[in-house]
């Protein structure tokens, strides 16, 4: 029994292919022509049946010789082409009108006769054991031809005996594609599989020991490989599906990209990977199926070819045809900030249609975004790209027109993120958490998802467009309001949750190398401080739990000393672990919590690599200006000659890619959708959670030659906080339940009981939003009402709590003004919340609309205020500062999946006594967090308490201190001996420390810098 070996195999494809309808015949590989790479007789049969005038031409002029000066003729063209130019677009001969073609595509639509019957005439062919060398008689276990050119190779392996490796190692070592024309690239094969009954990998470019070959399996239960149980071979996939008759036409026709160099030479030949041909197929076979209107999530992860598949799906949806050949779509839009979209889809359109013009872009230059909209959609551009600022204009545009016209449009939305300002911000509003506003306040990016979400404000009426939305780390927002339910006749249930469309999982683009594990080498740090606060004076001052807690942590993050540490970790870590990688090319990221504390770590990071002498630059990234209350008075922007120097008017992205330039620091900006693969390093010194860790931390994961590690410092999040985050993004992202619907009405109820409105007031204000002859004093009069009743009841409140005598009338008071606070934050949470899940269920609720329309415009006249107590940081004095390393961790994805959490408990806060705090205490109260973790030996103490106190009993330093400026004072011999003779007598206390410094002068330096900058040296000599 052979059953076992490679040679049964071999015999199963090729039955299998033969039942399909391709041609094979035993034997048949002597009929292969070494030389030229092709199968003469199957090229004469085709064009003897699809164009028999340009055969008779041929023959009639060269006779018996015709079938020779066509295929020399067209192995000329291959090598000057390429094969996949010359099979979509023919060659041309002497004494034959027109192009000879060499193959028919399948038209967009039915309607022509002609195309369709040359469509069914194309010659597929298998040919086993081909003997392809014109040097000796070395053969390839599997060739396919179209119509007697050669398309695709296979080597097979049997897992009883070998694996897909070995298939490898035989096209890497023994396929020289040196003088063979069936395996040069881009004239040859198109593509060569290596195939096993597990595994299938796949190549475009033998480049022998250097050849990269790609995974091409289905995946299995989220990771790679194929699912087994089935009734055959794991990887009956290739030959049963993607070597079918038509698909294998449509991937040569409609898929396969040539990638061109400057000089218009194919530098590369695009294939798809599996899940890339599997989604668009899907994703146009349920389009096709159900008509435009619906919506899809596509999670792919990084490294999945996003561009490219956002590509291919606007190609096809753009030619769309239904079963009457209609097309579907007028134009398809597709959003995105990544500047390779557009050209790469007019590249690849090119390719496709040799047709220029396909692809309209609106930008926000040269003219009218509006216009400019207006012209490419009643143009009929197939394709229009646009940009995250520009999409709701191209929204309001299709829309007009679908209403008007008739007309359908797709909406392809890339994983993208952007700054926001004006109109766009203010829309957002409406879909974002308190949270995300906050960070969009400080020079934040929002996602593509949000847009899309703030923009979709037809809600669940149908609109005609459809739309397709590519992410790897969808929300929960997105997975409702894009996501598809099993059932979708049925009701939300446990069982019926919606859920992507198509999914690419992270763990699946891992284990097949397309991107790294950026949790392998994470090493937390804990941040162990101590403060004093100065005086007895501030023991009575109470303040508000939360605001002392937030302001003194900011206070410490923004500390010169805790920022001077965490720069010396960060430099020296790099030096030593990162920047050895990738031949000395490897960069890192710096990720920061403000904006403010990216321009003290720029300044403070420049000045330490300034110090040391180091030969590096770095980047500071954000948007905005920040005014810096100790710096000059200037507005600082990442344009800022002083912060960097380096930019000379490029972008930041380009001034990165200098070799130079090492370090990147980022303030709420490059920590989504920034893509530079020499990144092997992250410092992390902000908050993250949720799909913020994931897509922050995803920066470093993009692969490169050479790249087989990354480092991750984190001095802020702990490595469980993280490894949660990712666990929900690991395999297929699912929500632990669909949004309850009710949550509007239980919401409504809360609002109407509270009195400060009644069911007049509302309708008064609907008769005039609804009537379209109404003027802005009319909107006013009907709601100025109930906004002055609400002003002035915060208003006497905030009054009474001012002049409040005693600690239960000022309590009463300030609840007084926190229930209207929470009144309007309730009427926020009603028209978020409206306005996400109308898209989602149709309520069918005229006062549910009612309500939504009366608090959108009541809320912005109701401007009270806050009365905080404020917290007075200035006495506050940092004692104690240790840097702890937790050690590097291996953080393991694998385990039971995390679910993202569903929204509830909207308008669920009520007054509450606020937790009250002695300032004295909270910091106690910090300090002791720390308890045994810090010693005498801590470098703050030594520097401040003992060091500093020595130097303080000096009146030659005093007197110089009165006398001089403080560079003049820095420059002072005297300091110098001053601060050699506090480490002598220093030493019987602290030896350690004191020994180190007696040794080296840098850390005399060192301690010398430290005592005039946060130690604040000359600026106490000078009091004294």
Known sequence: MNLHKEISFEDEICADLDAAGWLYEEGSAVCYDRARALFPEDVQT?????????????????????????????????????????????????????????????????????????????????????????????????????????????????????????????????????????????????????????????????????????????????????????????????????????????????????????????????????????????????????????????????????????????????????????????????????????????????????????????????????????????????????????????????????????????????????????????????????????????????????????????????????????????????????????????????????????????????????????????????????????????????????????????????????????????????????????????????????????????????????????????????SGEVNDPEGTGEPLSETSARLNPGLRGRDIRDAFTDEDCKILLVANKFQTGFDQPLLCGMYVDRRLAGIQAVQTLSRLNRAHPGKDTTYILDFVNSSEEVLKAFRQYYETAEIEAATDPNLIFDLRAKLDASGHYDQYEIDRLVSVELDPSATQGQLIAALEPVAQRLLHLFKEAQERFKAAKDKTEKDEARDEMNALILFRNDMGGFVRIYTFLSQIFDYASTEIEKRFLFYKRLIPLLQFGREREGVDLSGVKLTHHNLKDQGKRNLSMGGDPVLLPPITGVGSGSVQDKEKALLADIIAKVNDLFEGELTDDDQLIYVNNVIKGKLLESEALRVQAQNNTKAQFAASPTLSNEILNAVMDALAAHETMSSQALQSQKIRDGLKEILLGPGELYETLRKE
């Not at 039915?110 to 195309?115: A, F, K």
């Not at 014109?134 to 097979?156: M, S, W």
């Not at 309001?396 to 027109?401: G, P």
């Not at 302001?551 to 020296?572: C, D, F, S, T």
Request: proline share 4%.
């Open 46 to 622: 085709w064009l003897e049946a699809t164009q028999p005038q340009a055969w008779e031409a041929l023959t009639k002029a060269h006779g018996h010789a015709a079938i020779d000066v066509l295929c020399d003729r067209l192995r000329k063209s291959l090598n000057d082409r390429g094969t996949l130019d010359v099979l979509r677009y023919g060659v041309e001969l002497i004494g034959v009108k027109g192009l000879v073609s060499l193959a028919q595509f399948a038209p967009a639509s039915g309607m022509n006769p002609d195309i369709v019957a040359r469509y069914e005439a194309n010659r597929l062919r298998v040919v086993r054991q081909l003997r392809y060398s014109k040097a000796n008689e070395n053969c390839i276990d599997i060739g396919l031809f179209l119509n007697g050119i050669p398309v695709a190779t296979a080597e097979l392996k049997t897992d009883f005996t070998q694996s897909v490796g070995d298939a490898i190692d035989q096209y890497k070592f023994d396929r020289s594609p040196r003088g063979e024309p069936l395996l040069a690239f881009a004239s040859g094969a198109l593509v060569h599989f290596a195939v096993s009954n597990r595994d299938v990998m796949m190549t475009t470019k033998l480049e022998a020991g250097a050849t990269r070959f790609l995974p091409f399996n289905r995946g299995n239960q989220g990771g790679a490989g194929n699912p087994v149980g089935g009734p055959g071979h794991p990887t009956a996939y290739l030959w049963q599906e993607v070597w079918q008759r038509d698909s294998w036409l449509e991937i040569i026709g409609r898929y396969m990209i040539a990638r061109r160099d400057k000089k218009k030479q194919i530098s590369g030949i695009i294939f798809p990977r599996y899940h890339q041909l599997d989604a668009t197929r899907q994703l146009r076979a349920q389009v096709k199926s159900e008509g435009a209107g619906g919506r899809f999530l596509i999670q792919h992860s990084a490294g999945s070819g996003k561009t490219n598949s956002i590509a291919w799906s606007a190609h096809f949806l753009a030619d769309l045809h239904d079963d009457q050949d209609g097309k579907i779509f007028s134009s398809v839009i597709v959003v995105s900030d990544r500047n390779v979209i557009d050209a790469q889809l007019q590249e690849a359109l090119f390719e496709f249609e040799r047709t220029k013009g396909v692809v309209a872009t609106i930008t926000s230059d040269g003219g009218s975004k509006s216009a400019a909209l207006a012209e490419a959609l009643d143009a009929g551009k197939k394709i229009i790209v646009c940009t995250m600022q520009t999409f709701p204009f191209a929204l309001e545009a299709v829309r007009e027109r679908a209403a008007t016209q008739g007309k359908r449009f797709a909406v392809i939305a890339d994983e993208a993120h952007s700054s926001q300002a004006g109109e766009t911000a203010a829309k957002l509003k409406a879909v974002l958490t308190p949270e995300e506003i906050e960070e969009i306040s400080d020079g934040g990016e929002i996602s593509t998802e949000d847009l899309l979400a703030a923009q979709m404000a037809a809600r669940a009426s149908a609109d005609g467009v459809t739309y397709v939305a590519f992410t790897a780390t969808p929300k929960s927002k997105t997975m409702e309001l894009f996501g598809r339910r099993p059932y979708p006749e049925l009701p939300v249930s446990e069982k019926n949750k919606p859920a992507p469309f198509h999914v690419y999982s992270m763990r699946q683009a891992i284990e097949e190398g397309f991107i790294l594990d950026v949790l392998k080498n994470y090493t937390p740090y804990r941040l162990a401080f101590k403060l004093a606060n100065g005086g007895e004076e501030w023991d009575e001052q109470e303040v508000e739990r939360s605001a002392a807690m937030k302001g003194i942590m900011r206070w410490v993050r923004l500390h010169p000393y805790n920022i001077a540490q965490k720069v010396q970790i960060v430099v020296e870590h790099f030096r030593e672990n990162i920047a050895p990688l990738l031949d000395g090319k490897a960069k890192a990221m710096v990720v920061l919590g403000s904006r403010l504390e990216a321009v003290r770590w720029q300044i403070a990071i420049e000045k330490y690599i300034k110090s040391q002498g180091y030969k590096m630059a770095t980047l500071v990234a954000f």
